[in-house]
């Protein structure tokens, strides 16, 4: 079977697979690993696979429908998202009318909202393959009977039938991400060296955040790691594969979390010199043991991307950040710092229950710790999480649909909003903690003074670049009287998409939720 997996396109710089679809502040763009692992899959069992990258290389919806068009699908999966998900319909509806083939989605939302996606897509989507979705994709391909296809959500006679979910995939079963479909200089990141690749070490979390995303709806609360001779043959194959990459970042959320496992990881990384030839990054939580840290150090480790959320334990237990506290987190920080790990702060505003002065202690608290780097979001409430849930029954969600996720520019948009602390003040207190952050003279110099490379020089000013852009945006529509969230939906994403066929031109129009 021919598969074609669309990444699609949703205006300039819009992040499909990352944790808040949107342009974000920082200009970044992510790696599809779970995509490509699932093509990969499609790939050993000998099917003609196809991956069109849309959305990181800034396609039109044009391009996207046409590129796919002309690769004459037996089958279109694509990666859908809570704010591109009309757009996403339209164009599969485009590529169906003019190929002939079956769609399916994968992904958060169309996971979270099964029902809705085929009530909207009807006539369009085929198949929501929620959750773990390799194998299951696989055996659609293999011509396994809908019925028999564990994990599979379909449509038959009308009516939407949800087979037995699929077991938990088996991590060390899966191949390599089938990263010989794209190139890793489509993914620019002012955070990492550039170019560099991602690799998940593990799928699951064994933490219960309530506004994560993964746990809650695609890989579930047991973590389960790959084996360290995995991990480790996966750097190998990325270098042979990309040898101009200049890192690699352990993408899963909770790297550490298992002692024994960062232990030989970090081993066999030193046992094959991979530290000499390469650096790597990973994500972090405070609570992690300290012990650990001058082993990961030697093998290589160069950035700590850490979850440290808010600047108030109050706020950390409101949104079930397990085991972690205020003290915890400077104390960390200190060990790392002290190591010379460069340490990227991640910060949310906009917990329940949020005011002016927790709000306030959050930018204080990363203002106070041996940070490089920060990002600071709003909280998101994504469908499925239990913040969403809560947030929902007690009237706390701005958007009212679908296409309301994003500001006019397809921004970020703040959806959370509280008696005592509105998403304007939210949005006020995110924009005063970057520029108080960033701003400093002592940042500007400790951030000028750590170039050491052209590289480097080249991360920087993408990162710059980035903040500058963002904030002239905002500057440029306050000057024209607007709000970023004064009209959520993006003019862009409501136009009429009008595409070739062979005899005319055929509008296709946003569904109505």
């Not at 995939?169 to 899966?174: G, H, I, P, R, W």
């Amino acid at each position: 079977m021919k598969v074609v997996i669309l990444n699609p396109s949703f205006g300039d710089n819009f992040v499909r697979v990352a944790r808040w679809a949107a342009k974000s502040r920082g200009r970044v763009q992510r790696h599809p690993e779970y995509l490509l692992t699932a093509a990969q899959v499609l790939i050993d069992a000998g099917h003609d696979t196809h991956f069109v990258e849309a959305a990181a290389r800034n396609f039109t919806a044009e391009e996207s429908i046409e590129t796919a068009v002309d690769l004459k699908p037996d089958l279109l999966v694509m990666h859908v998202t809570t704010p591109s998900i009309y757009a996403d319909i339209e164009q599969a509806q485009i590529i169906k009318n003019r190929t002939h083939c079956k769609v399916a989605f994968v992904g958060q939302h169309a996971t979270a909202e099964i029902d809705n996606t085929f009530e909207i897509g009807r006539g369009v989507v085929d198949y929501i393959l929620p959750r773990e979705y390799d194998y299951t994709l696989r055996d659609i391909a293999n011509g396994i009977a809908d019925d028999k296809n564990l994990g599979l959500c379909w449509i038959k006679d009308g009516k939407i039938i949800k087979n037995m979910p699929r077991p938990e995939v088996d991590v060390n079963e899966l191949p390599f991400p089938a990263w010989q479909l794209i190139q890793p200089e489509w993914y620019p990141d002012g955070g990492k060296k550039f170019p560099f690749l991602t690799l998940i070490t593990g799928r699951g979390c064994n933490n219960a955040c309530t506004f994560c995303r993964d746990p809650q709806l695609m890989y579930g609360y047991k973590l389960r790691n790959r084996s360290a001779q995995k991990v480790v043959a996966e750097m190998e194959h990325d270098l042979k594969l990309h040898p101009q990459i200049r890192e690699i970042m352990f993408e899963t959320d909770t790297f550490a979390a298992d002692r024994q496992h960062v232990i030989d990881v970090c081993n066999l990384i030193i046992e094959k010199g991979i530290n000499k030839r390469i650096s790597w990054s990973c994500n972090m939580r405070v609570n992690t043991d300290l012990s650990l840290l001058p082993l990961m150090r030697e093998s290589g480790c160069r950035m700590l991307m850490t979850g440290f959320e808010f600047g108030t334990d109050e706020n950390l237990r409101v949104i079930r950040k397990g085991g972690v506290s205020v003290d915890m987190a400077r104390e960390y920080s200190k060990e790392a710092n002290r190591l010379g790990f460069t340490i990227h702060g991640c910060f949310m505003i906009g917990a329940p229950g949020e005011t002016k002065e927790s709000a306030r202690k959050t930018i204080d608290f990363a203002k106070s710790m041996p940070l490089d780097t920060i990002q600071i979001t709003g909280v998101a409430s994504y469908p499925g999480t239990s913040l969403y849930k809560w947030a929902k029954e007690n009237n706390y969600i701005l958007a009212k649909d679908w296409k309301d996720w994003l500001t006019e520019n397809g921004e970020q948009r703040t959806l959370l909003s509280y008696p005592q602390f509105s998403h304007k003040d939210i949005d006020e207190h995110i924009d005063i903690g970057l520029k108080e952050f960033y701003l400093r003279p002592k940042q500007i110099w400790n951030m000028f003074i750590s170039i050491n490379s052209v590289g480097d020089l080249l991360r920087k000013l993408h990162g710059f670049k980035a903040f500058v852009h963002y904030f002239a945006q905002k500057t440029l529509r306050a000057i024209q009287g607007k709000r970023p969230d004064d009209q959520p939906t993006a003019k862009f994403l409501n136009r009429t998409i009008r595409v070739r066929t062979e005899a005319q031109d055929i509008p296709v129009l946003t569904p109505v939720h």
